[in-house]
């Protein structure tokens, strides 16, 4: 919503007061994009460059959701919101979906009024340490000094990992992710610690990436994924199979370079995602071709896994438990059918 | 110093030669060496400056790198690392406004400068109508401008204002909005009714109470959730209005002042005259309080100013934003960025601050020879 | 006032159709804020209950899970979230009070440092307040405290004084007094040396002014405030042990700890007001008559005399009270503490603990209230302070 028709609208909707809600798509479709609520930068997630030209893994997923409903992965506006005020902006429908790297857990599904609709990224809790510490294993962190940043599950798990392994620790909490990294960078504390898919990113974002490694261990599950407001079930329905699409396609062996001669794919399955056969589109309240549009436009997941965080960018990330079922991770969609 | 007498004829008034009070000696021997304790401080004093001053200036300007496009072009050097601020200078100035429309921002620029010259040089003619216009043709032709959606202009969303254009519109629309709301609350604060008064009383004094980023916090994570759905306020105009609240009630306790050191014969002679309340209050009491904390009122904008740099901690990219996320951007983290874009931002911020500063002195001056009889 | 005016010199009907005016004015201005604010809470009952959002204070009872990086009361990872907020609570009544102390010390020393008749002191003193005042506090803070840290060496390679000092990028580590049964007669011991000084200086200021001469007490002072606690200290046997810092693996452990961020926060703080305290004692100064410092002169006090005898007692009163409102702002300001991940009442309690419980309405109005309720307090004892003087001024 621009601020010409906040402002017009704003004595409309004062007298009217909270009227009831028409469904979501159909306020996104007069809308014209969706809102995407993003992370201020996270390399390989969600990224804006010096242009604000957003790119990343999260920022993909809104574009394909964007494509599914309007044909153009630019019909999005990306809102950078804080770790902080995320839950609260997707309450209060500052944005249809909430794309940030967000941790699935059952408080923040039962309690916090949001519904996840699946996983884009597994990912568990990890330490960053200065190679000049020596420091080999993460239990090797008694007494360390930690660094993170406020508003996300690393602060809880950190004090679970050491707690349990009745070690010593001091935890400093920062705002900002710039705060944070500077923090660790200044040797304020020994280690770092987020997901590790985030400290593939801050490494980078340090004087010198090369004199700090990512621990090998992993203290947590973060299942993490995007997220709609609870209470309207089409939504949720049409931003979850979004992402099915795009790893069933995978799977499938479906990419951006051979969608239009999948067309002629004599294969079901294949012929289901493309919209070839049954009227799965509409029944989303989109067109049949919806996948195909994803594919051809956006790509499969791993395409989208490759170009954002795969061992071709400076963040180097291995597939690991976000390769396929069938390729040895855990990345898997219930099928179109 | 004992000068030579043998040419001096003896007198009765036989003394010390006066101490010589005019030329540079002089002037060095009443200002730094007057005393021992004197001499002391001015010694003491002027090894500090020794010491501090040449290392900042070699490593601001000396040491510095001047040239350059990457983070490389820093990484070896002990100084500050400019290319960061030329390169980023876009930014810096714009945030990440569509490049295609920085005129539009230009053109607020521009006609905001030049009106305030207007203001301030005290021979140009019809003062009133250009601030009469500053304060209401202008906000609205800047609004049409940068937010876009009007006459063709393409629309920019909010979330790509940043940098100085953020800083300028968060104070402005905080001064703008916070005087005429702030002239309400203290009149409020005078009222006879005891509702209007205890009112405008806990209203200022819980805004006045709390910190600015707790009312921030309140704006950008509690506000959402008041508001119905299918009401949703921007982003940025939710820490506006957070903003000019909270500075209307700082703004009321000012204006409050010039309203209670105005003579108690200026409401009798308004009475007199047979002026209701809203009459003497407009013509009579307001001109003259608000004439008298004007430099008060300069002051409270500095502090204004100055605290639009919290907007940064609920995640806008203003003029402080941009600079700390540029400094942990993978382009140019280094280990002198950050160091460079603070000196950057901190010398922006103080030209402004100090000019307002001295606006407000000269006022003072001014009001002060005013009041001269 | 106006108004009383206004309504005096009207006849009776108009009179009373103003006074009726104004009730109906205000009812309307009541029932405005009512139908507001029924509006708002009507909107927030139904957006958390539509989205199953929990609400309500149960979650101080809460386990917290978290830990902090200072704490001055017990707190561990099982504790509760309400207990968190008070270790907040305690970390901001800490840095504000220090800063409090150092900000008035910088402030005064520079306050009269303008008025000084040294110009190199002067100027720089003016320039000290020029730069501060005009810079935001924000950016002076991210610049003491990553400054604070670069300057500073790494656990490994720490600054040390002796055995028991050492100072790097953790923190100042300084030796610590542990306190062991019988230690509480040590500290009476100490409080009533202090309180028996007082009565001496009293008796001496009594004695000169009834009889023209100051009896000599300065050493029984000393022997009072020094003597007698070690007396006691000597007679329960020492019931202090001391804690030396050490350092063990990553860092130093046992003695005190000062965190960065705690003295990071102190010197920006510090600094940053005590250019607004200098301006205020600056201009406390010169709104004493200048005839009062001459007519000291004339009595033969010297300088040092007259400005604590006759100057600074008539300053001030026009300093405390701009004064205490600078400590309030100073109080608030320290809310800054989130950007440096100094855990104060904000950053622990509507930082960490709103993102984890997600109850943004109960914690932030929580935290309003507590600031609130400091500055009533603050508010409150200036009022009384300005109450008690407000007789000795010939206004």
Not at chain 3, 329 to 347: F, H, Q
């Amino acid at each position: 919503m621009n601020l010409r028709t906040l402002v017009l609208g704003l004595a409309a909707v004062l007298m009217l007061g909270g009227t009831a809600t028409a469904g979501t798509l159909d306020a996104v479709k007069k809308q014209g994009f969706i809102r995407c609520g993003v992370s201020d930068g996270q390399p390989g997630f969600s990224n804006p460059d010096a242009k604000g030209n957003w790119t990343g893994i999260d920022v993909d997923y809104c574009r394909a959701v964007a494509t599914a409903i309007f044909n153009d992965p630019n019909k999005v506006r990306f809102v950078p919101v804080s770790f902080a005020e995320r839950f609260t902006a997707l309450q209060a429908n500052q944005f249809e979906i909430l794309s940030h790297n967000t941790t699935w857990t059952m408080d923040r599904d039962v309690a916090q009024g949001l519904e996840f609709i699946g996983v884009d990224f597994y990912d568990g809790q990890g330490f960053m340490v200065r190679k000049t510490l020596g420091v080999k294993s993460a239990l090797q962190l008694d007494g360390a000094t930690l660094c993170t940043q406020t508003g996300t599950t690393s602060e809880l798990n950190a004090a679970d990992f050491f707690r349990a392994h009745k070690l010593k620790y001091k935890i400093l909490v920062y705002q900002k992710a710039s705060e944070y990294i500077a923090a660790y960078d200044a040797g304020r504390c020994d280690a770092a610690t987020t997901d590790r898919s985030g400290l593939a990113g801050d490494r980078l974002k340090l004087k010198d990436p090369n004199g700090s490694i990512i621990l090998p261990d992993t203290i947590s599950k973060e299942p993490l994924g995007p997220a709609v407001r609870q209470g309207d079930q089409q939504w949720g329905d049409l931003c979850r199979w979004v992402l099915f699409a795009m790893v069933n396609a995978e799977e499938l062996g479906v990419s951006s370079k051979n969608v239009d001669a999948q067309l002629g794919s004599t294969s079901p399955e294949i012929r289901r995602l493309l919209g070839k056969e049954g009227a799965f589109g509409t029944k989303l309240g989109l067109t049949d071709d919806w996948a195909y549009r994803i594919i051809k436009k956006v790509g499969n997941y791993g395409e989208i896994f490759d170009r954002s965080v795969g061992m071709k960018t400076p963040l180097k990330m291995q597939r690991g438990l976000n390769a396929l079922w069938n390729k040895g991770g855990i990345m898997y969609a219930p099928p179109i059918r | 110093m004992t000068p030579p007498v043998t040419a001096a004829p003896p007198t009765a008034f036989h003394r010390k030669r006066p101490v010589k009070k005019i030329g540079v000696l002089g002037w060095l021997h009443a200002n730094l060496f007057s005393s021992l304790f004197n001499t002391v401080l001015t010694l003491l004093v002027l090894g500090l400056l020794v010491w501090a001053v040449p290392p900042i200036l070699d490593w601001a300007f000396i040491d510095a790198v001047w040239h350059g496009t990457t983070r490389e072009a820093c990484e070896t050097v002990g100084g500050a690392c400019w290319p960061f601020i030329f390169q980023r200078f876009g930014q810096i100035v714009y945030g990440f406004y569509d490049e295609a429309a920085r005129w539009r921002v230009d053109v607020v620029y521009v006609f905001g400068a030049v009106g305030l010259a207007w203001l301030m040089i005290p021979s140009l003619p019809r003062k009133g109508w250009v601030g009469a216009a500053l304060l209401t043709l202008y906000p609205l032709v800047s609004f049409v401008l940068l937010s876009g959606g009007w006459f063709g202009l393409p629309v920019v969303s909010t979330e790509k204002w940043g940098g100085l254009l953020l800083t300028l519109v968060v104070a402005a629309v905080g001064i703008v909005a916070s005087l005429p709301l702030g002239v309400l609350l203290a009149l409020g604060r005078r009222s006879t009714l005891p509702v209007v008064r205890i009112l405008s009383v806990v209203f200022i004094e819980v805004w006045r109470g709390v910190p600015m980023i707790t009312v921030l916090f309140m704006a950008s994570s509690m506000l959402p959730l008041f508001l119905p759905d299918g009401l949703e306020l921007d982003k940025l105009v939710r820490a506006l209005i957070a903003v000019a609240l909270f500075n209307a009630a700082y703004m009321a306790e000012v204006i409050r002042g010039g309203l209670q050191a105005l003579p108690r014969g200026q409401y009798e002679g308004a009475a007199a005259l047979g002026f209701g309340y809203w009459q003497s209050t407009a013509l009579i009491v307001l001109p003259q309080a608000l004439r008298t904390v004007l430099p008060d009122i300069v002051n409270n904008m500095i502090s204004m100013f100055k605290d639009t740099s919290l907007v940064s901690i609920i995640g806008f990219f203003d003029l402080l934003g941009v600079i700390q996320a540029g400094a942990t951007d993978v382009d140019w983290t280094g280990p002198n960025t950050a160091l460079t874009g603070y000196l950057f931002a901190g010398a922006l911020y103080w030209v402004f601050c100090f000019s307002m500063s001295r606006y407000s002195a000269s006022l003072e001056r001014q009001l002060s020879q005013g009041d001269r009889r | 006032m106006a108004i009383t005016v206004l309504q005096m010199s009207k006849h009776r009907a108009a009179w009373r159709d103003t006074h009726w005016r104004s009730i109906i004015l205000q009812a309307l201005v009541l029932l405005a804020l009512a139908v507001l604010a029924a509006w708002m809470i009507g909107n927030v009952t139904t957006a958390l209950s539509h989205r199953h959002v929990a609400s309500g204070f149960a979650f101080l009872d809460h386990t917290a899970g978290f830990g902090i990086a200072q704490t001055l009361i017990d707190y561990t990872e099982e504790s509760s979230y309400g207990r968190a907020m008070w270790v907040g609570l305690a970390n901001t009544v800490l840095v504000s009070v220090i800063s409090i102390v150092l900000s008035t010390v910088i402030g005064f020393i520079v306050g009269i440092g303008r008025l000084s008749s040294n110009w190199l002191v002067a100027k720089l003193c003016t320039a000290y307040v020029e730069l501060l005042r005009n810079m935001p506090l924000l950016l002076q803070l991210l610049f003491w405290y990553f400054g604070v840290l670069a300057a500073l060496p790494g656990p490994r390679e720490s600054l040390t004084l002796g055995s028991g000092i050492a100072l790097n990028n953790r923190g100042l580590f300084i030796p610590l007094l542990v306190q062991q049964s019988g230690s509480w007669l040590v500290w009476l011991g100490i409080f009533a040396g202090i309180a028996i000084a007082w009565g001496l200086y009293r008796w001496a200021g009594k004695r000169q002014h009834d009889t023209g001469h100051r009896p000599t007490v300065w050493w029984a002072m000393l022997l009072a405030i020094f003597a007698l606690p070690a007396a006691v200290l000597y007679a329960t046997g020492v019931p202090f042990t001391v804690s030396w810092p050490e350092l063990t693996g990553f860092n130093y452990s046992g003695g005190l700890q000062v965190i960065p961020e705690l003295a990071g926060l102190t010197l920006a703080l510090s600094i940053y007001t005590a250019a607004y305290i200098a301006e205020i004692v600056r201009a406390g100064l010169l709104s004493v008559a200048r005839g009062q410092h001459e007519a000291a002169q004339a009595l033969g006090l010297r300088h040092t005399h007259s400005l604590r005898l006759v100057l600074v007692p008539q300053a001030l009163r026009v300093i405390i009270p701009p004064l205490a409102s600078e400590y309030l702002s100073l109080t608030k300001n320290s809310s800054l503490a989130i950007v440096i991940g100094y855990p104060d009442l904000v950053s622990v309690f509507a930082g960490t603990v709103l993102n984890q419980t997600g109850q943004a309405i109960e914690i932030l109005s929580m935290v309003m209230a507590i600031y609130l309720t400091l500055s009533l307090i603050v508010s409150l004892l200036m009022n009384l302070y300005n109450r008690a003087h407000a007789g000795q001024d010939a206004r």
